[in-house]
């Protein structure tokens, strides 16, 4: 953090209008190759290929939001990708669904059956059947990724069947390939649908598994030293191979698999509790799970395979010279590891806790924040007896200058939430406000 961007776009304007620059001009090649390939055999027919040829990009765009580009995660973030990726999903769902049903429909009309009649007439022939198979697994799939239902699911049951869509992808390629009239109505239609498909899968299988793979072979990581905090919280220290190479930066987190002591899906997320030094990587965190509770248990030694670094909580983002540090809980980690970079000068800490015993790392984030001439409030109480410390007033009072800073907020979602509303109504510049709610799904 102690280097203030100076350039007039910041990093996550650059990186948003690069996106849906890329989105918008794919559109727009897509209305082309819509008003030039020629109508369908009726009009039902022709708006469902305007329907179907969209479903296709929105299933691309899918699979970008959640290829983990580290240019893109850097700058925009996994959890407001993941946000995006959700609402997207969603609009795949119905505009599929509206393609589905107006070739039904079309067909019916067509050949003057019922749309019944139709749907199982067009179940037997293969290309029909493959779209059909592939809409049917993004409906399961919404149905499970819907918030009623994903709060009651484990994340392992849900991300399996999350999983799916990627042979529904698969379906829907093969479907679209089979579809003469959308695929290869011409040279230049051909060419544009098999280059954005590898694009996309590309970007996919490099940022997903590619990536991830090599980083993992390259750095070799394990377990160092495994350093109990308190009675629920635990640090561990990870070592590898030329740790002096990883792109990482305080204030990202990594997604963590211990294969040798957990079973291979069972990953977290853990922001990096020390700022990188090129030999070790620390995260420290709370027993929340019985992933996270049996960290304390890893022995040394024992492999890690470490997915990342992600995340958009960083100084890349720092606008001004003076600096705002919010964390709840065990949210101080990533926090804690941006003290390290923050040199003397205007820095002020905000720790929420329910008591001091709770304050995770708090000796050392006092130490930190001393060595560079800042303060620390250590915020104790409970919310549920009154204890509102987030409210505007109260923020306002312990910084006054709060509207000249960078203010990094991280912590559980209601206080999260709670802080961002008040820096809200205290007229914080959007772009000097830096959150990131990372997990998995």
């Given at each position: ?117 139709t ?10 059947l ?138 977290n ?18 027993a ?14 024992t ?95 312990l ?15 209601a ?17 000097q ?9």
């Amino acid at each position: 953090m102690s280097r203030v961007r100076q350039r007039t776009i910041p990093p996550v304007v650059a990186a948003r209008c690069a996106l849906w620059t890329f989105v918008i001009v794919n559109l727009v090649i897509v209305e082309i190759l819509f008003l030039t390939a020629g109508t369908g055999k009726n009009g039902v027919l022709t708006v469902a290929k305007f329907f179907g040829l969209h479903t296709a990009v929105l299933m691309l765009l899918q699979l970008l939001l959640v290829a983990r580009l580290p240019w893109l995660d850097r700058r925009i973030g996994m959890d407001r990708l993941t946000v995006w990726h959700r609402w997207v999903g969603f609009t795949l769902l119905w505009t599929l669904l509206t393609h589905a049903v107006l070739v039904v429909l079309g067909y019916a009309r067509l050949d003057d059956a019922s749309m019944t009649t139709t749907f199982f007439a067009l179940a037997g022939v293969p290309a029909s059947l493959l779209g059909m198979l592939a809409a049917a697994i993004v409906v399961v799939v919404a149905a499970i990724s819907a918030r009623y239902v994903r709060q009651r699911l484990r994340y392992e049951t849900w991300h399996g069947l999350h999983l799916l869509l990627y042979l529904a992808l698969g379906l829907a390629f093969v479907h679209q390939l089979q579809e003469t009239t959308t695929f290869s109505s011409s040279a230049p239609a051909k060419i544009y649908w098999w280059a954005l498909w590898l694009f996309a899968f590309g970007a996919l299988v490099t940022g997903r598994i590619v990536l991830p793979v090599w980083r993992n072979a390259y750095h070799r990581f394990e377990v160092a030293a495994v350093v109990p905090e308190s009675d629920d919280v635990v640090s561990v220290h990870v070592t590898g191979r030329h740790l002096d190479r990883l792109p990482a930066r305080a204030g990202q987190f990594c997604i963590w698999r211990f294969p040798g002591h957990h079973h291979w899906w069972q990953a977290n997320p853990f922001s990096l509790s020390a700022a990188p030094d090129g030999r070790t990587l620390r995260l420290t965190a709370k027993a929340v799970g019985s992933t996270s509770a049996g960290l304390r248990h890893i022995p040394v030694g024992t492999r890690a395979f470490v997915e990342g670094p992600y995340g958009a909580f960083t100084a890349l983002h720092r606008t001004r010279p003076g600096a705002l540090l919010i964390a709840g809980g065990v949210g101080i980690t990533p926090v804690r590891a941006l003290l390290e970079e923050e040199p003397a000068g205007d820095l002020v800490v905000l720790y929420r806790v329910r008591s001091e015993r709770d304050a995770v790392l708090v000796d050392e984030v006092r130490e930190l924040v001393a060595e560079r001439g800042g303060r620390l409030h250590l915020l104790t109480g409970r919310t549920a007896e009154g204890n509102r410390p987030f409210e505007p007033d109260r923020i306002r009072a312990l910084v006054p200058d709060l509207t000249e800073r960078d203010v990094y907020v991280c912590g559980p979602p209601a206080m999260t939430s709670a802080v961002l509303t008040a820096l809200r109504r205290l007229n914080v510049p959007h772009r000097q406000v830096h959150a990131e709610r990372f997990g998995l799904a």
